[in-house]
């Protein structure tokens, strides 16, 4: 089955820098892949997807790009802001191939941002 | 407010217990997914159904059952609990069957096995 790693585990920036959140996938049929938001008490909330017909995709300060050679893809955060503190997670799916098609998640990134 | 609930959303139970935990997905979504978050670790996928059928099962332990019932309720059965089923458990759902889409997750139910 489809494996995701990510790295960093643990991230920590200063207020304003970028932070960029790496994830590689070992299912070269994998065609989805979106990030997931965790803050503290909550549940997972979709920020962004990208599918594999696109190379990048962006959202105001958030952006993912994928290389679907070398099977990773990649969050970036520009101007980051205390409010991004939270965990963040990749994940891969073969999409809605018509066939029950779960989402691997990765195992997480712990983003703190510091004033 | 991702509009599904998930309760209880604390439990505390003793090892060899059963305990039930219910989701009621957004309202129109048709797939029903749980996941579990153990300490330090990423979400795991347990089972998925769609429209009251068992869609897609992961790495679900053959002491922790399923079901989605007619008004598309789901709860999740978790029976002879050990200490290492302590754990968040995720519900989320969906419109479609895929994993192409957007997964609205809920708060979550902790469990505590002592």
């Known amino acids: 089955g489809e494996n995701v790693e990510q790295h960093p585990s643990t991230l920590s920036v200063q207020e304003g820098d970028s932070a960029v959140i790496k994830c590689t996938y070992s299912?070269?049929?994998?065609?989805?892949f979106p990030w997931y938001k965790q803050e503290l008490g909550k549940g997972p909330q979709l920020i962004i997807d990208i599918r594999s017909n696109v190379g990048e995709k962006k959202d105001q300060r958030i952006a993912v790009t994928l290389n679907k050679t070398a099977k990773h893809f990649s969050l970036h955060i520009t101007e980051t802001q205390p409010e991004d503190s939270a965990v963040y997670f990749c994940a891969a799916s073969k999409g809605n191939t018509g066939t029950a098609s779960k989402l691997t998640f990765g195992t997480g990134t712990r983003l703190q941002v510091t004033l | 407010d991702s509009g599904v609930t998930q309760t209880p959303k604390h439990l505390i139970t003793a090892t060899g217990q059963r305990v039930t935990l219910r989701c009621s997905p957004r309202?129109?979504?048709?797939?029903v997914y749980w996941y579990q978050q153990s300490l330090d670790q990423g979400l795991q996928f347990l089972i998925q159904?769609?429209?009251?059928?068992?869609?897609a099962k992961g790495n679900i332990l053959e002491r922790f059952s399923a079901q989605q019932f007619p008004d598309l309720h789901s709860e999740l059965n978790l029976s002879s609990l050990e200490l290492g089923d302590s754990a968040l458990y995720f519900c989320?759902?969906?419109f479609g069957t895929g994993g192409d889409g957007e997964l609205f997750f809920g708060e979550g139910s902790r469990l505590t096995v002592l």
């Open positions: 989320a759902s969906s």
């Open positions: 299912d070269s049929a994998s065609n989805y």
């Open positions: 309202s129109g979504d048709l797939s």
């Open positions: 159904y769609y429209n009251g059928e068992e869609r």
